[in-house]
């Protein structure tokens, strides 16, 4: 006779679960990782005059995105020369800068691409402890209650060659970040407690001295990556998905194993976060001939080249793949069966994500870096000029409103309760009430 109270009561908690808003926004991509928030009544309309919280102007030049625990919102900045890097915490409530801390000291800082900046990687955040990365110039975990440096890292070897890009992920007692520079090419496990290493895995594919010609590379573009690795379930197990300079791989999370990978030889520098669904990794191959990539994940051992077939009995496999319109540096946003891309150049496209049918392909107008935002079925794109496109995240193409700020966007927005965080190159802001 309790049965079917239990089962309501079960069905009531677990559906008012999914409704809440998403209070803390802990990493690049918030807390699933997939540029998708649960918050409801966020804003539509804005502009400098109108829906803005606050707006604080920031020190610097960097991209890093915000990254939000509580009352606090925390990124990191840098010089534009490259010789100081820094942290702020932000007031959520009230947009002051309440820390502004100088963690490392650069003598000769290594070259870094007008499109990057010294301070690109997003921190990662939880109760009590924020981490921060500036790739193999610094890596820091500081206590959120007073600011201290509770533990530092400088002793990772990498030319980062255009700059640093990959932020760091938690797991359990974790921290996983990438290092695919011109030098060294490798991913690393950190004790989230003292920073020391838990294990060290070198990229399996060498591509130190080829380019996509088979000759010597004299540059570094083609072993240079700047993707975030991801952890989820893959057929059954929690794997650290990971792109590297020219191959995507799987890890065992504990250990570093490598599980499978796929090899990418006709495309360099990949720069996104891999999203997961409908039994699908997807993910954009980087530059040159790039394209969007629908991955069927392998069994223990599998190896594939995404150009070609895959072997008769494997697992893994590409269930579609497409050249049209592919972005390089915005992430790919899953929506329910539907997958959304925006190309750098502002061209938005929708494809079916189980098949890789096109559903559409509208331009939006305008350059684009930044990963967009879905929530309460829509898509908020943001542009390097300071606009943001909303479009309704559906089979029909229909853009419900345009906004504009005085500077553009590289950063990736956070969402806190009914509140957007939208850092520009200039400021950071909340929008809402």
């Known amino acids: 006779m309790f ?3 239990l089962v309501s009561l079960l069905c009531f908690f677990g559906l008012s679960g999914l409704a809440q808003d998403d209070r803390n926004w802990p990493e690049f991509r918030g807390p699933r990782g997939d540029g998708t928030s649960r918050s409801r009544g966020l804003p539509l309309h804005w502009g400098e005059q109108t829906n803005v919280a606050w707006k604080s102007p920031l020190p610097g030049r960097a991209w890093s995105s915000p990254v939000i625990w509580g009352k606090q919102v925390w990124l990191t900045t840098a010089t534009e020369d490259g010789r100081e890097l820094s942290v702020l915490c932000v007031d959520r409530d009230s947009g002051q800068v309440v820390l ?35 790739g193999s110039p610094g890596i820091a975990c500081l206590s959120t209650r007073d600011g201290r440096v509770l533990w530092e890292r400088r002793d990772f070897e990498c030319n980062h060659f255009r700059g640093a890009g990959s932020s760091p992920v938690l797991w359990e007692d ?12 490798f991913i690393v496990a950190l004790d989230q407690r003292t920073g020391k290493t838990v294990w060290r895995r070198e ?26 690795c991801q952890v989820t379930r893959v057929n059954g197990l929690t794997t650290v998905l990971s792109q590297g300079a020219k191959a995507f791989y799987a890890y065992t999370p504990r250990t570093g194993q490598e599980l499978w990978r796929v090899e990418e030889r006709t495309s360099h520098s990949a720069g996104t976060r891999p999203v997961v669904g409908h039994g699908l990794v997807f ?14 994940p392998g069994n223990r051992g599998e190896v594939l080249d995404v150009n070609a077939e895959a072997a008769a009995g494997t697992q893994l496999a590409v269930a579609w793949k497409s050249k049209r319109a592919t972005p390089k540096k915005p992430a ?8 959304f891309g925006v190309e750098d150049g502002g061209v938005a496209t929708c494809w079916e994500a189980k098949t890789g049918t096109v559903v559409w ?35 029909k193409f229909q853009k419900l409103a345009e906004n504009q ?5 590289m950063a990736s927005p956070a969402v806190s309760g009914k509140a957007l965080f939208l850092r520009t190159k200039s400021a950071l802001y909340r929008i809402g009430k």
């Open 283 to 296: 993910f954009p191959s980087g530059w040159s001939q790039g394209q969007t990539i629908a991955l069927r």
């Open 405 to 409: 700020l005085e500077d553009g966007f």
């Open 361 to 395: 392909n509208e331009r939006l107008g305008g350059n684009y870096s930044a990963s967009p935002l879905a929530a309460e079925g829509r898509l908020y794109c943001f542009s390097e000029e300071g606009k943001t496109v909303v479009i309704a995240a559906d089979r």
């Open 174 to 185: 974790l921290i996983f970040l990438n290092f695919d520079g011109s030098d060294h090419q």
């Open 100 to 134: 502004n801390r100088k963690l490392f000291g650069v003598e000769t800082p290594q070259f870094a691409h007008k499109f990057n900046s010294y301070a690109s990687p997003t921190p990662a955040i939880e109760s009590g402890r924020v981490y921060v990365s500036f």
């Open 332 to 339: 790919l946003t899953l929506v329910g069966d539907l997958l």
């Open 3 to 5: 049965r079917p109270l």
């Open 203 to 228: 990229r399996s594919i060498d591509f130190k001295d080829l380019g996509p010609d088979g000759k010597p590379d004299a540059e570094g573009d083609w072993r240079k990556a700047f993707a975030t």
